[in-house]
């Protein structure tokens, strides 16, 4: 009975659990799904991360190359974030160039990058206006089942935090660069921002970290990306009904909850790697 109930009518379906302030995986509305990590698993790569939030699966790859200063800048390195939503991941994403909603979070993630200025991209110049490091960073979903921005962030932040750079000196001989696998060193990782996200049901009821059928039958999404100091970084609403300054602060403060526990997460997961070596 409820299944056909579910398939029949699905917005009475959740309306009848939100009634109860609770969702129909159990959740409360302010809950998020389990969240885990896991660091370094793409060993090509210059830094990796795969993170899980509930079903949705993100991997991060970054790849780190060595190229010229654009003229504008000739004291900066750049970083160049990628989201694809391959047709794996869920049956609404189609084969063939990369839909709106992939190119909408590749251009999210690349506005939270810079907003939060989680690397400065001075710290990726080599030599002033000859060489810098160009960050290519790849995220991938592998399992859609909503909230994917946030699940893109989390990937992102770690696999920064994982990058090791080979040492690059110019030859004073040839002028050419000369790079030392053998000797590697971090990111400087200034900030730690992290997003939370939610959805608006019936243009009142507010929830944490939506399913993909949430995000379906919800009148409104909004992603609050805040920082380590509590700064907000990005206020990421695509449309939809207007929210409240009361239910806009709620966000911001759940946020910022949120913010700590990621960031705690992450410093867990990279120290019990770095022991196991």
Known sequence: ??????????????????????????????????????????????????????NTTVICGIKAELTNPIVEAPGKGYIVPNVDLPPLCSSRFRPGPPAEQAQAASQFIADVIESSEVIQ??????????????????????????????????????????????????????????????????????????????CVFDDSILIVDPTAEEESLSTAHLTVVTDDEDRLCVVHKPGGTSLSGEKLQECISRATARQ??????????????????
């Open 260 to 277: 700590r526990e990621i960031q705690k997460l992450i410093d867990k997961v990279i120290h019990s790697v770095k022991t196991a070596q």
């Open 1 to 54: 009975m409820a299944a056909g109930f579910k398939v029949a009518e699905p917005l009475e379906y959740h309306r009848s659990f939100l009634k109860e302030n609770c969702r129909p995986d159990g959740r409360e509305l302010s809950e998020f799904r389990t969240t885990t990590l896991n660091i370094g698993s793409i060993t090509t790569a210059d830094g990796s991360a795969l993170v899980k939030v509930g």
């Open 121 to 198: 991209t001075e710290d990726l110049c080599i030599e002033r206006g000859k060489l810098c490091w160009v960050l290519y960073c790849d995220m991938m979903c592998l399992d859609y089942d909503g909230n994917v921005l946030d699940a893109c962030i989390i990937a992102l932040l770690a696999a920064l935090k994982n990058t090791q750079l080979p040492e690059v000196t110019i030859s004073t001989e040839t002028s050419k660069p000369e790079v030392n696998l053998e000797k590697r060193h971090g990111l400087h990782i200034h900030k730690h921002p992290v997003g939370a996200s939610f």
